[in-house]
Each structure stands twice: as structure tokens, then as C-alpha cells.
């Protein structure tokens, strides 16, 4: 599996777009991107994946760069309830178990 | 649609006791994961089982540690002989073709 560096912190203001930034700069051809969440003593959430192109769905939105080499997670509408440690995952297609590493740990301040 | 279940959500054993961990999937999904993760660490994957098989047991330590996923009933994961190093939180998450996994809400075992 390509690996993945992810900052350790970030913090934002709630009601402003988070924007968490992925390097995966070893993906292949045939890996996914996937993003999943953990809250504070509470189970992972997965929230997102993706190829090449963009993709949107009801949490949040990502972006892939043309060389697939990055990634960024946008929370559009940051709330206090998004605070929680993000892991940015990378997987072959097919593949069925996600390495968590360390994430960015996100906190959405008032 | 319940999500994942797991039960007991707290398990505190005592060195030696066996820890018997249990994991209902979503609704329709047949894949099931079992994961630990340490305090202050990230998750590690432990088995991936089907309905009545093992389809991955990389994760898994070698001795003490079984699980299964029998044709009726819930995923179980048993841990004999506990020692104080097998307090962690250990989560089970379940999926339909092996796509995006779902997670349960965790056990957390505490060895004394």
C-alpha cells in the first residue's frame, strides 16, 4: 500500500471550511484514496473515496490533483462535532483493509 | 437500519480469565473485521472473516487470539489467558463485497 503523510494538528473556526491536506506521493494507477474519521473514543466513520476525479457526497468533498500525488479533504461548513482525527488511506482496488496511521488530528474551535 | 453492534461495551477481566467479544454486522453485509487499537495509537487490523471463514488472520497474534463468524449468530472474538497488555479497545466494522467498511461503536476491555 502507497503511504500516506498527513500533519499531525490543524485547528479551524467553526462555520469556516477545514481543508486537510494528504501526500501520497507513491500511489499507483489502481489505488484509491479514502478518508475515514475517528471521534473521540467512538468508532472510525468512513467518509469519502476516490479515483482520479473529485468527488462530493453529503459530509464533505474531495480533491484529488491531477498527478494523484495529493489529496485534500474539505469540510465545507465546519461544526464542533467535527473535531475528531482524520486518516487518509490509500487502497488498491479490490483491497479490503485500510492501515490507519497517526491522521491529522482536527479541532473546531468556537 | 441499526449500524454495527458490539457487546459488552465495557469488559474489565482479570489476568487469565478469557475475554469473549461480540460483533453484529449491518444488516446484509457478510464481510466482518475485527481491529485493536492500543491507547494513544492508531487501529490495527487483526482478521477479516466471511460467513463460516477466515479470509485474513495476518494481524492476528499467533496464541490466545481466535475468532469466528458462524453461519447464525454474531462475529465472536476470544481472547484466552488475558494478560494486562490486551487492554485496548477492539473494533469490529462490517461491509458488503468488501467496499467501505462500517464501524461498531468498540469494546473496551480493561485487564486487572
Known amino acids: 500500500d502507497a503511504k500516506t503523510t498527513q500533519p499531525p494538528s490543524m485547528d479551524c473556526a467553526e462555520g469556516r471550511a477545514a481543508n486537510l491536506p494528504c501526500n501520497h506521493s507513491?500511489?499507483?494507477?489502481?489505488?484509491?484514496v479514502y478518508w475515514y474519521r475517528q471521534i473521540h473514543s467512538q468508532g472510525p466513520q468512513y467518509i469519502i473515496h476516490?479515483?482520479?476525479n473529485n468527488e462530493t457526497n453529503e459530509m464533505a468533498s474531495l480533491i484529488i490533483t491531477e498527478d494523484r500525488k495529493s489529496s485534500t479533504l474539505i469540510l465545507p461548513h465546519a461544526t464542533l462535532r467535527d473535531t475528531a482525527v482524520y486518516y487518509c488511506?490509500?487502497?488498491?482496488?479490490?483491497?479490503?483493509?485500510?492501515?490507519f496511521g497517526r491522521g491529522t488530528s482536527l479541532i473546531v474551535h468556537p | 437500519n441499526a449500524g454495527v453492534m458490539q457487546n459488552p461495551r465495557h469488559l474489565v477481566r482479570r489476568r487469565g480469565q478469557e475475554a469473549r467479544l461480540r460483533c453484529s454486522p449491518m444488516?446484509?453485509?457478510?464481510?466482518v473485521y475485527w481491529y485493536r487499537q492500543l491507547p494513544e495509537e492508531g487501529l490495527k487490523f487483526m482478521v477479516y472473516?466471511?460467513?463460516?471463514?477466515?479470509?485474513?488472520e495476518s494481524g492476528m497474534p499467533k496464541e490466545r487470539f481466535s475468532a469466528e463468524f458462524p453461519k447464525e449468530g454474531p462475529s465472536i472474538l476470544r481472547i484466552q489467558q488475558v494478560v494486562r497488555g490486551d487492554s485496548a479497545a477492539y473494533f469490529c466494522?462490517?461491509?458488503?463485497?468488501?467496499?467501505?467498511?462500517?464501524f461498531g461503536p468498540g469494546t473496551r476491555l480493561t485487564v486487572l
Open positions: 466494522a462490517s461491509s458488503s463485497k468488501g467496499n467501505e467498511q462500517f
Open positions: 507513491t500511489i499507483s494507477g489502481n489505488e484509491y
Open positions: 476516490g479515483l482520479k
Open positions: 488511506i490509500v487502497l488498491p482496488g479490490g483491497s479490503y483493509i485500510p492501515t
Open positions: 444488516k446484509g453485509h457478510s464481510h
Open positions: 472473516l466471511q460467513k463460516e471463514n477466515i479470509i485474513d
